[in-house]
């Protein structure tokens, strides 16, 4: 049994515009069955996320998160992805997991912004400076290549370091934006919805448990609602469950997710504002980790 082994040198052969195209491939194949588990052990987590498409094949996506490693000198998330053949179940691949995982989150909120997003945005709002808001930089200028971005972040030293300018004013830096993408570990909304302009688009990372949320009730009732999916999404995530709770929206006001017909998820005038969730998912990985090797086995 052959296995490749692929590492971050496989970046060099991958594009945003590969990516999305097999994204959207996934979503016409019959819908994952996906699954996860989690163990703790005080403030380590291991985490155990699986997906299955008929027709695409499995994938297990192993990881430990230990907050300890900071004091140590090494890296905070450690983990591997593991392919499978969809017919034989034999192992094809071993993925390096931060590869997996940068491609699978930039890309899946930009499918979602190609499809939502004004097509003469420009001006780009970045709200967190982490390793996802340096990913979403790239992912957007493959579509939009005059993008102009500006960072806020709750440090001022980590958002100069991506060598962008940087807002002071969230406020204001979120009226002048077209495009708003949050990708903090914020559990009180950030972006207020009195905030928002006619047309704007809104890509929501961060969030990703109940208690987490980026964007207020009053932000959610303005737009126009979409997710990735609403399996990993409606019932799980902070920023759909509140709204929902309080009455602000309802589930039949998140329009789409990637399963629907494409032709539902999309914008319908230049005034609307959107909001997309990117809740991720097994599913996403195994999507990202099948385009990965495909282009590794066919690399020159």
């Not at 300018?165 to 002048?176: I, S």
């Not at 469950?241 to 319908?268: K, N, Q």
Request: aromatic share 6%; glycine share 8%; hydrophobic share 45%.
């Amino acid at each position: 049994m052959n296995v490749d082994t692929i590492s971050k040198d496989a970046e060099g052969l991958l594009t945003w515009a590969g990516l999305t195209a097999a994204l959207e491939a996934g979503h016409r194949l019959p819908a994952a069955e996906i699954a996860d588990l989690l163990l703790y052990r005080g403030p380590d987590t291991l985490l155990d996320r699986a997906a299955w498409i008929d027709g695409l094949g499995s994938l297990v996506k192993v990881g430990t998160i230990v907050p300890g490693n900071t004091g140590r000198g090494k890296p905070t998330v450690n983990g591997i992805v593991n392919l499978f053949d969809d017919t034989t179940g034999e192992l094809k691949a071993l993925l390096d997991f931060h590869l997996v995982t940068k491609w699978k989150t930039a890309g899946d909120s930009l499918l979602s912004a190609s499809r939502l997003a004004r097509k003469d945005s420009r001006k780009f709002l970045l709200v967190g400076a982490g390793t996802v808001a340096r990913s979403m930089v790239e992912a957007y200028r493959s579509v939009w290549p005059d993008a102009q971005f500006t960072i806020w972040s709750r440090s001022r030293a980590t958002a100069e370091s991506m060598g962008l300018p940087v807002a002071d004013d969230l406020e204001a830096a979120v009226k002048a934006a077209d495009v708003i993408c949050t990708a903090t570990l914020a559990t009180d909304p950030l972006i207020k919805g009195d905030w928002l302009q006619p047309g704007q688009h809104l890509d929501l990372i961060g969030a990703y448990t109940p208690a987490m949320r980026e964007v207020d009730d009053t932000a959610m009732s303005r737009a126009r609602v979409f997710v990735d999916a609403r399996a990993t999404t409606l019932h799980h995530i902070g920023e759909l469950m509140s709204p929902i709770a309080s009455g602000a929206i309802t589930e039949a006001d998140v329009i789409a997710d990637f399963y629907d017909d494409p032709a539902l998820f999309t914008r319908r005038s230049g005034d609307e504002i959107t909001i997309a969730k990117n809740g991720g998912g097994a599913h996403l990985d195994l999507m990202t980790a099948t385009y990965i090797a495909g282009a590794w086995a066919n690399r020159a």
